[in-house]
């Protein structure tokens, strides 16, 4: 794609081109993927056009919504699929609005694993993971016990993430970002604190990251290792999903990851699953040093950390979320260093298709 020479910013690092791969972005200001649960019977919606396109800058990055790779990977009302000919045919008008303003567009592919219930499931059945370890909700009321998969079974759902990713492609998708974060089915499998297996996908951490690169491998054979990232979080502890030694989890992940060529690596912070402020003996620096290709960070940037995470070489990347759903025109925003509007948590997660959707304002005469 072509930087249009009409599009003036001021040389802030956030705002300078970075050429990712094939892809040449006009900017480092990603579109973080978001939980929008307003894809209604799991199929997506045509209000998802006008949200996309409103953060949609000529020659941007943009990560899709989760979307689930089946039905077992269901975890939440009304969240997209990529499994069916209908949700297929479902995203290409959106695809095609995003790529029509310019923009690069990488759907998120996930699987919920033991965050879900078994309203969520085919025929009522318990949601699988790695273990038949319980997960404690947010009221402290446990979980269904989940079923823990066996090895055969354990290649089919690599094989439902290669399907998945073709789907994708199909869509008009430039690509997919594989969804190892969060503490979803693939951080069950990585993180020592849920993974109990004393088989061939456990006990090691060399077994227990087994998993992730089968995905990985899988959907670099199928689509090109050049249209792949992987989101993970290996501080993170949300979903009950802890690891006794996180940095070093972290670090076997990214030499891992190097393996197989992948576009990109996109990693939280560990203050991204909380409200302050980067914890420096959590550092992302060994992971970032150890892979080679781009790196995208998330978690709690603003504009001033996010221009100094680029120049200072802790990221090629920041990716906004919550920033960047309140602010549809965040980098115009950026570009000006005008205030922000406010994020309203009330409405993050209704089906509404307007409100805390598209309804947040632009900057008057943008």
Not at 233 to 251: Q, R, V, W
Not at 306 to 330: C, H, I, M, Q, T
């Amino acid at each position: 794609m072509e930087i249009k020479g009409d599009e003036k910013r001021e040389k802030i690092p956030l705002l300078t081109p970075y050429k990712m791969g094939k892809f040449e972005l006009s900017h480092r200001v990603v579109l973080a993927p978001l939980t929008r649960q307003r894809s209604y019977n799991y199929v997506p919606q045509k209000h998802a056009i006008l949200y996309y396109t409103q953060r949609t800058t000529n020659c941007s990055l943009l990560i899709s919504e989760a979307c689930a790779i089946s039905e077992t990977a269901i975890g939440y009302k009304d969240m997209p699929g990529i499994w069916t000919n209908e949700q297929v045919e479902a995203w290409k008008p959106i695809v095609d609005a995003v790529h029509d303003k310019g923009g690069v567009f990488f759907c998120q592919l996930l699987h919920c694993g033991r965050a879900s219930t078994r309203e969520l499931q085919p025929n009522g059945q318990v949601p699988i993971s790695s273990s038949d370890k319980v997960m404690i909700n947010e009221e402290n009321k446990p979980y269904v016990p989940p079923r823990r998969l066996r090895i055969d079974e354990i290649r089919e759902v690599v094989d439902d993430f290669r399907l998945a990713a073709k789907n994708a492609m199909e869509a008009g998708f430039d690509g997919v970002e594989i969804h190892g974060a969060y503490g979803y089915l693939i951080e069950q499998f990585m993180k020592d604190q849920v993974n109990d297996r004393t088989d061939e996908y456990g006990n090691s951490l060399e077994n227990r990251c087994k998993f992730a690169l089968e995905i990985v491998k899988a959907i670099s054979d199928e689509i090109g290792a050049d249209r792949v990232g992987i989101k993970l979080s290996p501080y993170s502890n949300f979903n009950e999903a802890e690891d006794s030694n996180p940095g070093g989890l972290g670090l076997y992940m990214a030499k891992a990851l190097n393996k197989y060529d992948i576009l990109y690596c996109h990693v939280v912070e560990p203050r991204g699953y909380s409200h302050g402020e980067i914890d420096e003996a959590h550092s992302l620096l060994p992971m970032r040093a150890a892979f080679k290709e781009t790196f995208i960070v998330n978690g709690g940037y603003k504009r001033d950390d996010g221009n100094k995470a680029v120049e200072n070489g802790r990221a090629d990347l920041v990716a906004y979320g919550r920033w960047f759903l309140s602010n549809p025109d965040l980098p115009k925003r950026f570009e000006i260093n005008v205030g922000l509007n406010e994020y309203d948590r009330d409405t993050f997660y209704t089906s509404d298709p307007v409100v805390g959707y598209t309804d947040y304002p632009f900057l008057e005469g943008a």
